[in-house]
């Protein structure tokens, strides 16, 4: 089997199917999606535990749009015979798109095996099982980022939440803009937090710090950011510090080869790479896919060119903050933000069972979403 072959099943992949079909046209050009599962996961979603809002068939969005899914884990690539290995099966590519997502990066300490994380479906289950029936659960959050603050203050709705950070200021990737807004939500849902420490040990009841302190814990719930898929490593290029492999405007990486999501590491302008979110993921895996199928159908390649920085953070019952631009100016926030949130985690599950209505959205760069 020749023809475009793209891996993953997440936002990049599934959008980088539909603007290859979209390109196809008429024409014969095969295209095939390789990913395990037979659901999409929609992980921004994951947060609000419950697993099954974030899972979307595959089926129902490639078989409308005619992209054949196989269902099956890539462990090889060969670049220069331009074929992957998925599960015992060889696949030839004359353009391949990867977009393998990424990994929640998990600590190598004791215990490490009872951490609770919601980078999945079933990471998102089995915390929510955890829970279910608890009655003031206690609850240890480690990392105050964009998936830690999301999760602490969700759980703060179930019981008592302590939040550790190894920095000495809450959510330093998100810079001080939007910290005040964060600091006044997490008081107001009682979130206690712990700054300059970090997590040595996990029991099954409680949480060990640097400092000598044992935290009592139903769960410890790890969100120490995000690696990209181990498969980048088996493509020629350049990586930066995620593990992301570098592209061009049109998100190639070399010769047949594009990248696209949490895979790759294009500029979102001039002075800034796009971080790991389908924000970006979306509109590359536009790009990606238009582009492996312009590139041998003879039709115009396009540049990457995504929307203006935004961000959307839920705070559980405190509501939500939005943000602008690189310096995360707060635009919104409490209930009208809340009702953003909630309308991007909408927008955001892709249509299905119409093949017309996904080819039109796929034929669009831009996510549809603003303040």
């Given at each position: 089997?020749?023809?475009?072959?793209?891996i993953?099943?997440?936002?990049?992949?599934?959008?980088?199917?539909?603007?290859?079909?979209?390109?196809?046209?008429?024409?014969?050009?095969?295209?095939?999606?390789?990913?395990?599962?037979?659901?999409?996961?929609?992980?921004?979603?994951?947060?609000?535990?419950?697993?099954?809002?974030?899972?979307?068939p595959?089926?129902?969005?490639?078989?409308?749009?005619?992209?054949?899914?196989?269902?099956?884990?890539?462990?090889?690539v060969?670049?220069?015979?331009?074929?992957?290995?998925?599960?015992?099966?060889?696949?030839?590519?004359?353009?391949?798109?990867?977009?393998?997502?990424?990994?929640?990066a998990?600590?190598?300490?004791?215990?490490?095996?009872?951490?609770?994380?919601?980078?999945?479906?079933?990471?998102?289950?089995?915390?929510?099982?955890?829970?279910?029936?608890?009655?003031?659960?206690?609850?240890?959050?480690?990392?105050?980022?964009?998936?830690?603050?999301?999760?602490?203050?969700?759980?703060?709705?179930?019981?008592?939440?302590?939040?550790?950070?190894?920095?000495?200021?809450?959510?330093?990737?998100?810079?001080?803009?939007?910290?005040?807004?964060?600091?006044?939500?997490?008081?107001?849902?009682?979130?206690?937090?712990?700054?300059?420490?970090?997590?040595?040990?996990?029991?099954?009841?409680?949480?060990?710090?640097?400092?000598?302190?044992?935290?009592?814990?139903?769960?410890?719930?790890?969100?120490?950011?995000?690696?990209?898929?181990?498969?980048?490593?088996?493509?020629?290029?350049?990586?930066?510090?995620?593990?992301?492999?570098?592209?061009?405007?049109?998100?190639?990486?070399?010769?047949?080869?594009?990248?696209?999501?949490?895979?790759?590491?294009?500029?979102?302008?001039a002075?800034?790479?796009?971080?790991?979110?389908?924000?970006?993921?979306?509109?590359?895996?536009?790009?990606?896919?238009?582009?492996?199928?312009?590139?041998?159908?003879?039709?115009?390649?396009?540049?990457?060119?995504?929307?203006?920085?935004?961000?959307?953070?839920?705070?559980?019952?405190a509501?939500?903050?939005?943000t602008?631009?690189?310096?995360?100016?707060?635009?919104?926030?409490?209930?009208?933000?809340?009702?953003?949130?909630?309308?991007?985690?909408?927008?955001?599950?892709?249509?299905?069972?119409?093949?017309?209505?996904?080819?039109?959205?796929?034929?669009?760069?831009?996510?549809?979403?603003?303040?």
């Open positions: 089997m020749s023809g475009i072959v793209i993953g099943g997440g936002f990049a992949g599934v959008w980088s199917a539909a603007a290859a079909a979209l390109v196809r046209g008429e024409s014969d050009l095969d295209i095939t999606l390789v990913a395990p599962n037979e659901d999409m996961v929609l992980r921004p979603r994951l947060h609000r535990l419950v697993p099954e809002w974030s899972r979307v595959l089926k129902r969005f490639l078989e409308p749009i005619g992209v054949s899914h196989l269902r099956a884990e890539v462990t090889d060969d670049t220069e015979a331009r074929n992957i290995t998925a599960d015992d099966q060889l696949l030839s590519y004359d353009r391949l798109v990867l977009a393998a997502g990424s990994r929640l998990r600590p190598a300490i004791p215990g490490s095996d009872l951490l609770y994380d919601i980078d999945t479906a079933e990471g998102a289950a089995r915390l929510a099982g955890r829970l279910n029936g608890t009655d003031g659960a206690r609850s240890v959050v480690v990392g105050s980022g964009f998936t830690g603050l999301e999760i602490a203050t969700e759980l703060a709705e179930r019981g008592t939440v302590v939040m550790i950070e190894r920095a000495d200021t809450v959510a330093p990737d998100l810079g001080p803009g939007p910290r005040p807004q964060i600091e006044a939500a997490l008081a107001a849902l009682g979130v206690e937090v712990r700054l300059g420490t970090t997590l040595t040990a996990v029991d099954e009841t409680g949480a060990h710090l640097v400092d000598g302190t044992r935290l009592e814990a139903d769960v410890v719930v790890w969100t120490g950011g995000m690696r990209a898929s181990l498969l980048t490593a088996q493509f020629p290029g350049e990586r930066d510090r995620l593990g992301r492999l570098l592209v061009d405007r049109r998100l190639r990486v070399d010769g047949e080869i594009f990248a696209a999501g949490d895979v790759a590491a294009a500029r979102a302008d002075d800034h790479h796009v971080i790991q979110s389908c924000q970006f993921a979306t509109p590359m895996g536009k790009a990606a896919g238009h582009n492996a199928a312009a590139d041998l159908l003879d039709v115009p390649l396009v540049d990457f060119d995504p929307d203006p920085y935004v961000t959307c953070l839920d705070l559980g019952s509501g939500a903050l939005y602008t631009g690189w310096e995360r100016q707060v635009q919104l926030d409490g209930a009208q933000a809340k009702q953003l949130k909630d309308t991007i985690l909408d927008v955001i599950h892709p249509p299905l069972d119409d093949a017309e209505e996904i080819l039109r959205q796929a034929g669009q760069q831009s996510n549809g979403v603003s303040g």
